[in-house]
């Protein structure tokens, strides 16, 4: 079983910056795809950012630009950088590890932080 913990949520003002954090419980990120999502009020869950294969990197076109992915392999953290913040980029985030074990698909999630984006 693996636990995922976010922080780093918060309230900022529009433009401004907020990093997130994900620990996880023991080492996953080599054999997970890890990644973060967010759910806004009245609305799907979505894909922010991932780590694909390897070290590439995905992300959605809303927040290209602005939202960095990275990691910490030996602490085992997984980390949203959010820049140039937008009232439309307030949501619940949620770190994402994913596996696929002998045709079983694992998937984890955090308990999720709130980011609000408001003047």
């Known amino acids: 079983q693996v636990q995922l913990v976010e922080s780093g949520g918060g309230l900022v003002q529009p433009g401004g910056s907020l990093r997130l954090t994900c620990a996880a419980s023991?080492?996953?990120?080599?054999?997970?795809?890890m990644g973060w999502y967010r759910q806004a009020p009245g609305k799907e869950r979505e894909l922010v950012a991932a780590?694909?294969?390897?070290?590439?990197?995905n992300y959605a076109d809303s927040v290209k630009g602005r939202f960095t992915i990275s990691r910490d392999n030996t602490e085992n953290i997984l980390y949203l950088q959010m820049n140039s913040l937008k009232p439309e980029d307030t949501a619940v985030y949620y770190c994402?590890?994913?596996?696929?074990?002998?045709?079983?698909?694992?998937?984890?999630w955090g308990q999720g932080t709130q980011v609000t984006v408001s003047s």
């Open positions: 780590f694909t294969s390897g070290r590439s990197t």
């Open positions: 023991r080492s996953i990120f080599r054999d997970h795809m």
């Open positions: 994402n590890g994913n596996t696929v074990v002998g045709g079983v698909e694992y998937n984890y």
